[in-house]
């Protein structure tokens, strides 16, 4: 079924090419599907006892995770008072293109460890690459030459153009439109903009956002985008932004940071200091939604699970950053890890193995296909801070820390 769902992924993202490049290979958050699986990794029977470092770039400072094709790869940083997308050639880092544009940002005085550069992940889709910055500018960019298509700055739109923390959701593209909650602390709108010439479509404006990334999924045959929003999990109809479905979800802070995840039928959520719970939507007459079960035994911060199989595999909060292998049908959390795993873990799952990136810059390698997590291969990736997931194209592994793109690849 997994070969099946990866098939199905790459033959959908094919239109996404970059100028006679190809299909991107990780071309969005958490991978082409934006759930955490990496397909056509080639990954050994035996991990070798280090990878190749084949380059490392100085790219400017953040958190936003790269993206990257088969022949390119694409990172969106701050360089002073600009915020800064480049094009770099995989094969060499050498830069393709450098596109900037002002976006001066006074940071929450919660943030400062973190920085003021962008966290969001840019998004590529039928040769344009989209972008949204940490102060709220929403951009999109020809990806082959870097030119400017169209820009949204929403300072004059609403009284706060970016949450508490810095816009942190990755914008989604999906059936033509472009997905962003924009806005800031208690005012906002999750809108849908004609992804070719930046007009909106449809707005949303019950919520203001939060950090979590959206999803698209079907249910009872309806399209729709589901998210966590400041205060609430959401369904919005992907036709004309009605809402369909809602739940009260909030977490201290204001900090609704967990990707949804899709585990068979069920929809995951997770947050700070609240119960992980899988809900199941349906429609009939009406959308009806039941908590099918929830667990405080795991719960989330910042660190979105990966459905795999019968598992979901992540990194719980607790006991200072813990893996959990829990069953996705009862909730029932099976296996434990230690603890003290780290503040933060990006998680992808590349087919028989499971790779977590700490915020250390410390890439261990799990296992998977079970209730456990057995390490097998633990790698040191970069020399700073790494919030930012990697991305990962054929044998290729890029991380971004805190101000450098690094390569790394796997032995042949």
């Known amino acids: 079924m997994r070969r099946l769902t990866c098939f199905v992924a790459l ?24 759930d955490g699986h990496v397909c056509g990794f080639p990954a050994p029977e035996r991990w070798p006892n280090a990878l190749t470092r084949v380059w490392k770039v100085p790219v400017g400072e953040g958190h936003a995770s790269p993206i990257a094709t088969a022949e390119s790869a694409f990172v969106f940083t701050r360089e002073g008072d600009n915020e800064v997308i480049r094009r770099l050639r995989l094969a060499t880092g050498e830069p393709v293109w450098r596109a900037s544009y002002p976006a001066p940002y006074e940071m929450n005085a919660a943030t400062r460890a973190h920085g003021k550069g ?74 849908a903009f004609d992804a070719a010439t930046g007009d909106p479509r449809w707005r949303w404006s019950g919520d203001g956002p939060a950090y979590a990334s959206p999803i698209a999924v079907e249910i009872g045959g309806v399209r729709q985008i589901v998210t966590q929003t400041q205060r609430q ?7 004309d932004g009605s809402l369909l479905w809602s739940v009260p979800f909030t977490t201290p802070y ?58 979901l595999y992540g990194m719980s909060e607790r006991r200072s950053g813990q893996l959990v292998a829990i069953d996705a049908a009862s909730g029932k959390v099976e296996w434990a890890g230690e603890g003290r795993f780290g503040d933060n873990a990006a998680l ?25 997590l057995e390490e097998i291969a633990r790698y040191q990736v ?5 919030w930012a997931s990697p991305a990962i194209v054929g044998r290729s592994i890029l991380v971004k820390d805190v101000d450098s793109l690094y390569r790394w690849d796997l032995p042949r």
């Open 11 to 34: 033959a959908l993202t094919a239109a996404a090419a970059v100028a006679q490049e190809g299909a991107p290979a990780f071309n969005q958050w958490r991978g082409p599907q934006r």
């Open 118 to 191: 962008p966290k969001s992940t840019p998004t590529l889709a039928e040769g344009r690459l989209y972008t949204l910055g940490i102060s709220g500018i929403l951009s999109c960019l020809n990806a082959a030459s870097g030119e400017e298509v169209w820009r949204h700055d929403f300072s004059r739109e609403f009284a706060k153009s970016s949450p508490l923390y810095g816009a942190a959701m990755s914008p989604l593209v999906t059936d033509g439109l472009l997905i962003a909650h924009v806005g800031g602390h208690d005012d906002g709108a999750l809108i």
């Open 233 to 239: 999990i959401v369904g919005i109809a992907l036709l």
């Open 254 to 311: 204001d900090q609704n940071c967990v990707t949804p995840v899709l585990a068979g039928e069920l929809l995951v959520f997770g947050g700070m200091q609240q119960p992980t719970l899988a809900l199941r939507v349906r429609h009939q007459d009406r959308w009806t939604v039941e908590r099918v079960w929830e667990t405080r035994d795991a719960t989330f911060y910042m660190s979105t699970p990966v459905a795999v199989g019968r598992w």
């Open 348 to 372: 992808l799952d590349v087919g028989g193995a499971l790779l977590a990136l700490r915020t250390n810059a410390d890439l261990a390698v799990f296992r998977t296909g079970g209730a456990t």
């Open 382 to 386: 970069a020399d700073g801070s790494t």
